[in-house]
C-alpha cells in the first residue's frame, strides 16, 4: 500500500470513536437525504403521473398559439386521421383526438357556463383518468349518440342528474349559432371540485357536427409508457407531423409550467433543509480536522524538519478527509439504498392517506425510486462540503514553522 | 571543499518583552567528513546553530553556505528539498511517526524522495541491520525501547545517505550503555560513509568521542579546538 495512504488510514484510527462519531454523523445525513430525494423524486413522479393521467397526457399536438389562447379555431383538419397515424406508425395506442369550446348549458332550471368537450370514446380512457371516475351512470359508449358525461359540482350546480336533459348553446367554429340537446348519462366525480365544476364531455363526432367543427379538432393527447420515454417520443412524433401542415407538438412541461414550478419550489425549500443538514456535518468534519492538525503539529514539524513540503502534508490531510468521507458515502449510500429498495417494494403509507389516495384515484401508497441521481447527489455534496471544511485545516499548514510546530506540546 | 560555512550569523528570539541572544555574529566552517560537537550549556547558542545550518530556522542576519549553494534566502519549498537530499536529523526525543513501523518509518524520507518501492525495501532493510535492529523492522516505536527508537531515528537519517547528520542533543534520554552504542554507531558511520556529523551536546561521553569541540557560550563560538578522539 502506498506510504501517504498507509499513513492517512493509521491516523484516522488513533481515535477511533472521534473517527467513527464523524463518520456516524456523515452516514446519518447521506441516508437520510437518501431516503428524502428518493422518496421526493418517486413523490414528484407519482405526482406528474398522476396529475398528467387525469387530463392533459404527456404531450399534445396543437396548432401554434392554441396553448396560451384556447379558441375553437385554432383547430387541427383531418385530426382524427391524424391521430390514427400516430398510433399506428408510434404503436402506441393511448393517442386520442379532443375538440373543446365554451358553451351555455341549461338545464329545465339553471344555466351554468361551461368548458365542453368532444372525445373519442373508445380512446380517451387510454389518456385519461376521468372515464374511470364516474359517480354514476356511464361513460360516452356511442360515438354517434347526443350523449353527455359531467363533473359531479356541475351535475349538483345544474341540478341535473343521470337521464336528464342538457341544452347546449355556443358559436360554431365558423362564427355561426350553435345549439343541441344531450342527454346527460353519467356523473364524474374527480375528487378536483375546479374540474368538476366545469367540465362535461361529448362524442367527438357530435361536438364536429354541433359546432361545425367539419374533420377538425383542437388536440391531440398523446400518453407514453413511462415519463422517461417523453422526449423520445415527442422528438418521433414531430418528425411523424405533414411537413405542410402548421403544428406543434407541446410536451407536459410546456402544457403544465405550474406542476414543475410546484416541483421546484418544493425541492427548494426541502434542499434549505438538507443545506442546514449538510453545514452541520461539514463542521463536523472541520471539528474533527482541525482537532487532528492541532494535535499533530509536532509530528508535522518533525515530516516538515525531514523534508516534507507543506502542500504535502496538506495533501494528507485532505487524503485522511477523503478516507473519512468515503467511508461515510460508501455506508450512507449502502444504509440508505438499502432502506429506499425495501420501501420501493412494499411502500408505506400514513394515517389518513388512503382516504386521500382513494378520493383523488391515486395508490394509497408511496413508493421510494431507487434512482441514480437521488442516490448519489446527497451523498456526493456531503463528500464535497467535507472535503472543502478540511481546506482550511489542510491550508494552516503552510504556516507552520518546523522549529516552533517542534515544540509544540 | 567547505561542507557548511556560516557567516556573521545573528539570531534574537522575542521571549515576552525580553530579547534573547540565540547567535551573535557566528562564523564557522565545518569540512566534509569531519565530526563537531558544538558545546553550552542551556540557551548558549547549539540548538538555534544546529537548526539555521539546517535550513529549520533563519538568521535575522549573515549567511549560511552548504557547499557552495547559500540556503539561508531560500524559500520554504527549496529549504525542505534541501534537506530532504542532503541532511538527516536526529532529535532528542527521536521523533519518530508514531502509527509507521520501524521500516515505514526509515523508508518515509526515501518515499518522499520518489524511490521506488524494491529500492525502499532493500535499503531500509540494510540499514536497520546496520543498526542493530533487524528483526525489530515491524515494530512500532510505542513497542521499544529508547534506544532502539534513537536507533530508528538514525537510520532515517542516514538511509537516503546525506552528505551530513544533524544531532540535537542525542543522548540526553539514554542511559551511558545506550549512549555509547548510539557514539559508536555515529563513529563507524562517520568513517565508513564520510558523512558529516554535527552534534549539539553537553554530554561529555559524546565530547570525548569529536575530533573537533566547538564551544559556545551567549551566542557566540567562544573556542574552537581539535582533539584526538577516544
Not at chain 2, 58 to 64: F, L, N, S, V, Y
Request: glycine share 8%; aromatic share 6%; proline share 4%.
Amino acid at each position: 500500500m502506498n506510504i501517504a495512504l498507509h499513513l492517512a488510514w493509521r491516523n484516522l484510527w488513533r481515535h477511533p470513536r472521534r473517527t467513527w462519531l464523524t463518520i456516524g454523523a456523515m452516514v446519518f445525513s447521506n441516508i437520510i437525504l437518501v431516503f428524502m430525494l428518493s422518496l421526493q423524486f418517486g413523490m414528484y413522479a407519482m405526482m406528474i403521473d398522476n396529475t398528467l393521467a387525469v387530463f392533459t397526457g404527456h404531450m399534445q399536438v396543437q396548432v401554434p398559439g392554441y396553448k396560451d389562447d384556447m379558441k375553437m379555431r385554432q383547430s387541427i383538419p383531418d385530426a382524427a386521421a391524424l391521430g390514427a397515424t400516430l398510433r399506428e406508425s408510434l404503436a402506441i395506442d393511448t393517442i386520442a383526438v379532443r375538440a373543446s369550446t365554451f358553451a351555455l348549458a341549461s338545464s329545465e332550471e339553471r344555466s351554468f357556463g361551461i368548458q365542453i368537450i368532444g372525445v373519442q370514446p373508445e380512446q380517451e380512457s387510454g389518456v385519461s383518468t376521468l372515464p374511470g371516475l364516474l359517480r354514476e351512470g356511464s361513460y360516452l359508449a356511442d360515438p354517434n349518440a347526443s350523449e353527455v358525461v359531467i363533473g359531479s359540482v356541475l351535475a349538483r350546480n345544474m341540478r341535473v342528474s343521470v337521464g336528464d336533459e342538457l341544452t347546449l348553446l355556443g358559436n360554431g367554429r365558423d362564427g355561426s349559432f350553435a345549439a343541441a340537446v344531450v342527454n346527460v348519462v353519467g356523473i364524474i366525480d374527480s375528487g378536483m371540485p375546479d374540474l368538476d365544476r366545469s367540465i362535461a364531455q361529448m362524442p367527438l363526432a357530435v361536438f364536429q357536427d354541433v359546432f361545425f367543427m367539419g374533420n377538425h379538432a383542437n388536440e391531440i393527447v398523446i400518453k407514453t409508457a413511462d415519463l422517461s420515454l417523453v422526449a423520445e417520443t415527442k422528438q418521433k412524433v414531430e418528425g411523424l407531423l405533414p411537413a405542410n401542415a402548421d403544428l406543434v407538438v407541446h410536451d407536459w412541461d410546456a402544457l403544465q409550467p405550474g406542476l414543475k414550478q410546484a416541483i421546484q419550489a418544493d425541492l427548494a425549500s426541502a434542499w434549505f433543509m438538507y443545506g442546514v443538514l449538510i453545514i452541520l456535518v461539514a463542521f463536523s468534519v472541520l471539528n474533527t480536522m482541525l482537532m487532528s492538525v492541532l494535535e499533530r503539529t509536532r509530528e508535522f514539524g518533525i515530516v516538515m524538519a525531514l523534508g516534507l513540503k507543506p502542500g504535502r502534508l496538506g495533501r494528507l490531510i485532505m487524503l485522511e478527509t477523503t478516507l473519512m468521507g468515503g467511508m461515510g458515502l460508501a455506508l450512507g449510500v449502502l444504509f440508505g439504498g438499502g432502506l429506499v429498495l425495501v420501501l420501493g417494494v412494499n411502500g408505506f403509507s400514513y394515517p389518513g392517506m388512503e382516504e386521500m389516495a382513494e378520493q383523488f384515484n391515486m395508490p394509497s401508497r408511496i413508493y421510494p425510486h431507487l434512482q441514480l441521481i437521488p442516490l448519489l447527489l446527497g451523498p456526493g455534496i456531503v463528500f464535497i462540503s467535507s472535503l472543502l471544511a478540511s481546506i482550511w485545516p489542510a491550508a494552516r499548514l503552510h504556516l507552520l514553522q518546523p522549529v516552533q510546530a517542534m515544540r509544540a506540546a | 571543499m567547505s561542507t557548511v560555512r556560516c557567516v556573521e550569523l545573528c539570531r534574537t528570539f522575542k521571549q515576552g518583552d525580553l530579547e534573547v541572544v540565540g547567535l551573535d555574529h557566528v562564523s564557522i566552517e565545518i569540512e566534509q567528513g569531519e565530526f563537531v560537537c558544538l558545546v553550552a550549556p542551556s540557551g548558549g547558542g547549539k540548538t538555534t546553530l544546529l537548526n539555521a545550518i539546517g535550513g529549520l530556522d533563519r538568521p535575522d542576519a549573515g549567511e549560511i553556505w552548504i557547499g557552495d549553494k547559500r540556503i539561508d534566502n531560500l524559500s520554504k519549498g527549496d529549504l525542505a528539498e534541501m534537506r530532504l537530499n542532503n541532511i538527516g536529523f536526529v532529535f532528542q526525543a527521536y521523533n519518530l511517526i508514531p502509527v509507521l513501523t520501524a521500516r515505514e518509518n526509515v523508508e518515509f524520507v526515501m518515499h518522499v524522495q520518489g524511490v521506488s518501492a524494491e529500492e525502499r525495501r532493500r535499503k531500509s532493510e540494510a540499514v536497520l541491520a546496520e543498526v542493530g535492529l533487524e528483526g525489530l523492522e515491524d515494530r512500532r516505536p510505542a513497542k521499544m525501547s529508547g534506544g532502539q527508537q534513537q536507533r530508528v531515528a538514525v537510520a532515517r537519517a542516514i538511509v537516503s545517505e546525506p552528505t551530513m547528520v544533524l544531532a540535537d542533543e542525542p543522548t540526553a534520554n539514554l542511559d551511558s550503555h545506550t549512549a555509547e552504542q548510539l557514539i559508536d554507531l555515529f563513529m563507524s558511520l562517520n568513517k565508513k560513509h564520510k558523512t558529516t556529523f554535527i552534534i549539539a551536546t553537553h554530554d561529555q561521553r559524546v565530547v570525548a568521542y569529536a575530533r573537533r569541540i566547538v564551544k559556545m557560550l551567549d551566542g557566540q563560538v567562544v573556542e574552537d579546538i581539535s582533539q584526538q578522539p577516544a
